[in-house]
């Protein structure tokens, strides 16, 4: 059974820092995206930032130049470390990863629970 278990949310004052930890975790064969997506009270979730095997990236405009993703492959673990945090980045950060079990022939998009993340002073 795959899963994606998020750390490090939390309350944070504007301009501050965070860094969020997504691990997957069961009998994984390949993973060729990681990623983070984001959902505010009452708005569409929205990608924030992926990474993928490759290490190609892609950011949300809004985060670019604060926010920065990376990935330690061998511990199937992705980081999103952010910085200058603002009021507009509180939300429910989600960890999402496209990966291929053992055994399946299949990729497959799977998500973590979501850790909270609140700017405010």
């Known amino acids: 059974q795959v899963q994606l278990v998020e750390s490090g949310g939390g309350l944070v004052q504007p301009g501050g820092s965070l860094r969020l930890s997504c691990a997957a975790s069961g009998s994984i064969s390949s993973i060729n995206a990681m990623g983070w997506y984001r959902q505010a009270p009452g708005q569409q979730r929205e990608l924030v930032a992926r990474?993928?095997?490759?290490?190609?990236?892609n950011y949300e405009e809004s985060v670019k130049g604060r926010f920065t993703i990376s990935r330690d492959s061998a511990k199937n673990t992705v980081y999103l470390q952010m910085s200058s945090l603002q009021p507009e980045d509180t939300a429910v950060y989600y960890c999402h990863a496209f990966l291929r079990p053992s055994g399946s022939l299949f990729t497959n998009p799977y998500w973590g629970q979501g850790t909270q993340v609140t700017v405010s002073s």
């Open positions: 990474i993928f095997s490759d290490r190609t990236t």
